[in-house]
């Protein structure tokens, strides 16, 4: 397989057959090229608005009109 290195931006071969733990460093700068996958971690919580955080001003806008003022607005 190919690789390129970050650190010194040179490309190398490596043979994936025997590939060993020295061989995830760079041949040219022996900078760690290899980095260890993240596994997501399982987690339960509940998903959901906080009513605390919500703050939406339309709500009181639409409980102080009318059913007049809405047909109005539809009428023109």
């Known amino acids: 397989m190919c ?3 970050k650190k010194c931006k040179k ?3 490596k043979d994936m057959s025997n590939y060993e733990e020295e061989d995830e460093f760079c ?3 022996d900078n760690h090229y ?3 996958a993240k596994t997501p971690a ?3 919580a509940i998903e959901g608005d906080d009513p605390r955080l919500e703050k939406d001003f339309r ?3 639409i409980e102080k ?3 007049q ?3 109005a607005d539809r009428m023109g």
């Open 65 to 67: 009109m009318t059913e």
């Open 27 to 29: 041949p040219n700068c």
């Open 69 to 71: 003022d809405f047909m």
């Open 11 to 13: 490309v190398f071969r």
């Open 3 to 5: 690789f390129a290195c």
């Open 59 to 61: 709500k009181k806008q």
């Open 42 to 44: 399982m987690g339960l």
């Open 34 to 36: 290899v980095l260890v």
